[in-house]
């Protein structure tokens, strides 16, 4: 696997996933009952802004390094820029950039649960440092499409699963639509998210149809692009979807965008996008 998260740590696309991922996760914590967060493609867990890599590729400037001046008026993105400011690494200067899982545990509470896969033994051994005096967190040094079918359902069976992978492989939405569809024969009552590039608009279109047959039930979509469609040598954009989402999310989404769009946009107006590639047949829980 040649990807290596470092150089892209805390740019745009970070900003969204992460940002969303804390909405999704408040939403779900306003029910006072244990969860469980899973991640299939975990990382190292986190990320120096200060390594050759990141200093090297310069992607937090126009990313998580836009957002530090924010008086933020979402309450999704004033809990992910709290758990930033945290971090041990940070308290001078922004040093340090969380990943996903870092993130979540974060955002929970003592009786939650964290479940993490990563195939990638040195990254695997990061997250297990990481977290060695979490009980919560437990990692995994597997395939993460594989996991889908050994670790699902999680116990609490309430909780959120978010893919993540690299998209270096040709058939990676395939993978993401199909580890979706398996993930909700295997735990029908989870939350189900995953994060995906954009780079070329067009090749969307058979992942979305493939997530309307996928039997998911409601599937929520969001997107920000800040750079146009059509520019051909870059990352454009990027987006979740989210399979069941917690009643509410749609206009916390729809609040955060908005304001990430403002902050995170470059020289031509950015695409927010807040709706339904599924809609739901009942209202989301």
């Known amino acids: 696997m040649n990807y290596r998260h470092a150089y ?21 914590r306003a029910r006072p009952k244990p969860m469980c967060y899973l ?25 998580i390094l836009r957002m530090i001046p924010v ?27 969380p990943g996903s899982p870092l993130l979540a545990a974060g955002l929970l509470g003592d009786e939650d649960r964290v479940v993490l896969t990563e ?25 993460g499409w594989e996991a889908l079918g050994a ?28 580890g979706l569809a398996l993930a909700r024969r295997r735990w029908p009552v989870g ?3 995953a994060w995906y590039p954009i780079k070329d608009r067009r090749t969307l279109r058979p992942f979305h149809r493939e997530l309307e ?12 692009s800040v750079r146009p469609d059509d520019n051909p040598v870059s990352l454009n954009g990027s987006g979740m979807v989210i399979a069941s989402p917690p009643w509410g999310l749609e206009q916390d989404l729809r609040e955060l965008v908005d304001e990430l769009g403002e902050s995170l946009r470059e020289s031509a107006p950015p695409r927010c996008l807040v709706d339904w590639v599924v809609v739901p047949a009942t209202e989301p829980r």
């Open 8 to 28: 892209h740590a805390g740019n745009f696309a970070d900003v969204l996933k992460h940002a969303v991922t804390a909405a999704i996760l408040l939403r779900m």
């Open 71 to 97: 008086a933020p008026h979402s309450d999704a993105l004033a809990a992910y820029l709290q758990v930033i400011a945290a971090l041990p690494e940070n308290q001078a200067a922004l040093l340090a950039y």
């Open 151 to 178: 670790l699902l359902p999680p116990t609490p069976r309430r909780g959120l699963l978010l893919i993540d992978p690299p998209y270096e492989a040709a058939d990676d939405f395939r993978k993401v639509a199909a």
């Open 119 to 143: 195939a990638v033994p040195e990254e695997a051994d990061a997250l297990r440092r990481l977290f060695r005096h979490d009980e919560r967190v437990a990692v995994h040094c597997r395939d």
């Open 39 to 63: 991640e299939s493609h975990a990382g190292a867990g986190v990320y120096r802004l200060d390594a050759p890599e990141a200093r090297r590729s310069r992607e937090a400037d126009g990313g």
């Open 191 to 193: 939350v189900l998210s």
């Open 213 to 224: 047959e996928a039997g998911l039930g409601g599937v929520l979509r969001v997107e920000l």
